[in-house]
């Protein structure tokens, strides 16, 4: 057996290839709780065993993970390394295809890091119907409660629970981008502990959870190739996208906080940059984008403490509307009548970094670009073009579109002094030929390499990850962005409910929050200026409202709450987070605990206790992981860490205190 440990967890797997234990350190001395005894009847023992990665001639019933039109694969171990974690190679003799499997924790954390690299080394073309990273396997004698996020533009991050006896369950995306349906984590309770499935791949995916008879939930994690298999010809190698793992003894959150810390893994030494406050015009202007309207919102933004100024849509040339522009990046001389580098360096000037949004892989049927390049797009020869949003989505998967984004990026970064990019993505993709070996992959690793190549070249520009809201939120963009956009809904209830599910997975120093005057969408009631700050304190603070139009008190107000949020950002950004109930309970507020900091921000979902007419009592959050015998302080209030624990922080919602941020030093 090999086994591999974590910051307080372990894994260990047999020379099977079969899962023995996972879990706190020290769970392997013992029997394994994933072997099984008893005959195994109508099928084969494959389909019972806890297999890490299985092909199908070896699990043929209950879930394969790997599929090879025309063969019914099966393995040959021909290795295993035990160091930088754990690598094993294993063999399929009739095809000649060669498996490297990888397990790996990342470093100090309890995230299990697993992917395949597959070699064609037979003499024949190979066609891979099935290509998933990795199979987690959780013991759940009595069932499993599967924990997922759904939802729909304007609507993401929903939670949402189902109860899994046998059978099975799925979620994924077919959208050639991770998508709004689901987001590709999975969170697994047995009653004893949980488990978090996760992956990190921006195309088609899926989870897919089997529950077997005999008290096993098998989770498969990869991407989702039907319909567009991967050919592999002799000599070729694929490597799947990375599969992540992690249990926790504290439940759904102590999953959530794992999540978080693997996502501080993945940012590195860029964890460390302050998370500016942020103006964004699109909900003031649209496309009306002019340098006298774009610098008059600067003004006020610099003087309410704004940090950074982003030009949203509507900037370039022959972008009056969404049926024109895209793909003709260059800066509309009638918009800005002194130059883009003149009205760039006036909004600096008002001591504001400069921002601009982009959405590179569009095009639309109106612009130079597809009149020169009407190939570049994704398409189906002799089929109707269709257009979402009225644009086309170039094939980054080819070298030419490849060099094209990467340049014309460069180009903008290069010219004029701009620190932060907003990256947008309005659309998935539809018709496409299917003559390329691996389409949904081509196009993906080439949106890496244009990422990395920023992030190498551009060091210190600030990249916001968004499509259409929260399209293309999972561990691989995360790992390549500082911060990405959750939803395009902002209004204060529909974003309350957003931003806990985001939470729930996604840690806070990536969530992109505004403030807005916008009207909810599926929850109309409104909410104060106040309720709205704190809201958007929960992660990476921005402003979208037309600011202009603010009164000189809301202004003001603003500018005290900006001052708030900037000491308390660093707790807010780097610290442990805990949910505390939710947007339909009574209690919703979410703690952050830094070193000797803890920052609250609590907000009244639902309505009041009424007013003193009757009797009631204070609403009470209990924080979680303080130090019982130690005090806090908050302004002249004073609690014992156990106070807090077991009764709770007070708060009392009325007619105009409706949300609340709370300080509290440990004394």
């Not at 119907?129 to 013991?139: E, I, K, M, Q």
């Not at 996604?506 to 403030?515: N, R």
């Not at 990476?540 to 603003?558: C, H, K, M, Q």
Request: proline share 5%; net charge negative; aromatic share 10%.
């Amino acid at each position: 057996m090999w086994t591999i440990t974590g910051d307080s967890t372990e894994y260990t797997v047999n020379d099977r290839i079969e899962l023995v234990a996972w879990g706190p350190h020290g769970v392997t001395d013992g029997p394994s709780a994933y072997a099984f005894h008893g005959k195994v009847q109508y099928m084969l023992p494959g389909d019972v065993a806890a297999l890490e990665y299985a092909p199908d001639g070896l699990r043929p019933f209950t879930g394969a993970d790997l599929s090879v039109a025309g063969h019914a694969l099966t393995w040959r171990l021909d290795g295993v390394e035990d160091g930088d974690g754990l690598t094993a190679t294993l063999v399929d003799d009739v095809t000649g295809l060669r498996a490297t499997l990888r397990w790996r924790f990342a470093p100090g954390t309890d995230v299990l890091e697993r992917w395949a690299t597959l070699h064609n080394g037979g003499p024949e073309p190979l066609t891979l119907t099935r290509l998933d990273s990795a199979g987690f396997t959780v013991p759940t004698p009595a069932g499993a409660t599967l924990h997922y996020l759904w939802g729909q533009w304007a609507q993401e991050f929903t939670p949402a629970t189902t109860i899994l006896t046998r059978g099975r369950f799925q979620i994924g995306s077919e959208l050639g981008v991770t998508g709004h349906l689901f987001s590709p984590t999975l969170t697994i309770e047995n009653g004893d502990a949980a488990y978090g499935v996760g992956l990190a791949w921006t195309g088609s995916w899926h989870l897919t959870a089997d529950a077997d008879n005999a008290g096993l939930t098998r989770i498969r994690a990869g991407r989702s190739v039907t319909g567009e298999p991967v050919r592999l010809g002799p000599g070729e190698t694929v490597t799947t996208p990375v599969a992540v793992g992690v249990y926790s003894a504290d439940g759904v959150d102590g999953v959530a906080r794992q999540w978080h810390a693997y996502e501080r893994h993945l940012a590195g030494e860029r964890l460390g940059r302050t998370r500016n406050v942020i103006y964004n015009s699109w909900e003031a202007t649209t496309f009306d984008v002019t340098a006298d309207g774009q610098l008059a919102l600067a003004d006020v933004a610099a003087s309410l403490g704004v940090e950074t100024f982003v030009v949203d849509d509507g900037w370039f040339v022959g972008r009056h509307d969404d049926t024109g522009g895209l793909g003709d990046w260059t800066p509309d001389p009638a918009k800005f009548p002194d130059g883009f580098g003149a009205f760039v360096d006036a909004v600096r000037a008002k001591g504001l970094e400069f921002g601009l949004w982009v959405e590179p892989e569009m095009v639309n049927p109106k612009s130079a670009l597809y009149a020169a390049h009407p190939e570049w797009i994704y398409q189906a020869q002799g089929r109707p073009r269709s257009t979402i949003r009225n644009q086309y989505l170039l094939n980054l998967g080819r070298e030419d579109v490849f060099a094209f984004v990467r340049d014309t990026l460069d180009g903008l970064l290069t010219t004029y002094p701009i620190g932060y990019v907003k990256w947008d993505f309005n659309r998935p993709r539809t018709e496409a030929d299917r003559d390329t070996a691996d389409l949904d992959g081509a196009h993906v690793r080439n949106l890496y390499r244009v990422l990395d190549h920023l992030r190498t070249a551009h060091p210190d520009v600030t990249i916001e990850g968004c499509a259409a809201g929260g399209a293309r939120v999972d561990y691989a963009t995360a790992a390549r962005t500082d911060v990405l956009w959750p939803s395009d809904n902002t209004a204060p209830l529909d974003r309350l409910r957003i931003q806990h599910g985001f939470l729930s997975a996604h840690a806070p120093h990536l969530m992109s929050s505004w403030v807005t005057d916008a009207p909810g969408l599926f929850d109309v009631q409104k909410r104060s200026l106040a309720f709205r700050f704190v809201l958007a304190s929960a992660g990476v603070l921005g402003i979208g409202a037309d600011i202009t139009r603010w009164s000189p008190s809301e202004r003001a107000e603003a500018a005290e709450w900006i001052a708030r949020y900037k000491a308390v950002r660093e707790v807010i950004t780097r610290g442990e987070v805990h949910r505390i109930g939710g947007p339909d309970q009574a209690r919703c507020a979410v703690q952050y605990t830094h070193g000797s900091r803890v920052v609250v921000l609590a907000w009244n979902a639902g309505g009041l206790d009424g007013q003193d007419t009757v009797p009631a009592r204070d609403i009470r959050l209990p924080l979680r992981g303080l130090e019982p015998t130690a005090r806090y302080r908050s302004g002249t209030d004073t609690y014992s860490g156990s106070h807090l624990m077991a009764v709770g922080l007070p708060v009392r919602w009325t007619v105009s205190h409706d949300a609340d941020l709370v300080e509290l030093e440990r004394q």
